[in-house]
């Protein structure tokens, strides 16, 4: 039997920092974009990049690119407590892996004031 030794390659990463000052209290933008450079950034193949809002009154999520329901998401979450864990978005064959209709998006609970979200991204 024949073995094959195995070198394993160091991680590779990268940090980007995104400051947002949105004119309104409560506003969604589509970050994706933003998320894809910080991942080609890192020229990596395969891993996570780690998006996280970095104030209380923020986050980021996840849905279908579809602004109708984006006057439903700020109604809803007007009401609720939203997570506090961040958000890590797989990266597969050098692509972030998300569904064919989703985006990333950072919303803004309580703006008009400068806020920053990290991205990180890791892998291989």
């Not at 910080?38 to 809002?53: N, P």
Request: proline share 7%.
């Amino acid at each position: 039997m024949n073995s094959i030794a195995h070198t394993p390659q160091p991680m590779k990463t990268h940090t980007d920092y995104l400051i947002f000052n949105t004119k309104q209290r409560q506003q969604i933008i589509d970050i994706t974009d933003k998320v894809e450079q910080c991942r080609a950034s890192a020229d990596i193949d395969d891993g996570m990049v780690l998006v996280s809002a970095m104030h209380i009154s923020a986050s980021v999520f996840v849905n279908d690119h579809e602004p109708n329901l984006w006057q439903d998401i700020l109604q809803w979450l007007e009401n609720e407590i939203a997570p506090w864990d961040p958000p890590r978005y797989p990266v597969t064959k050098a692509r972030l892996d998300l569904g064919p209709w989703q985006r990333i998006f950072y919303g803004e609970w309580d703006g008009q004031r400068p806020k920053r979200v990290v991205l990180k991204a890791m892998g291989m």
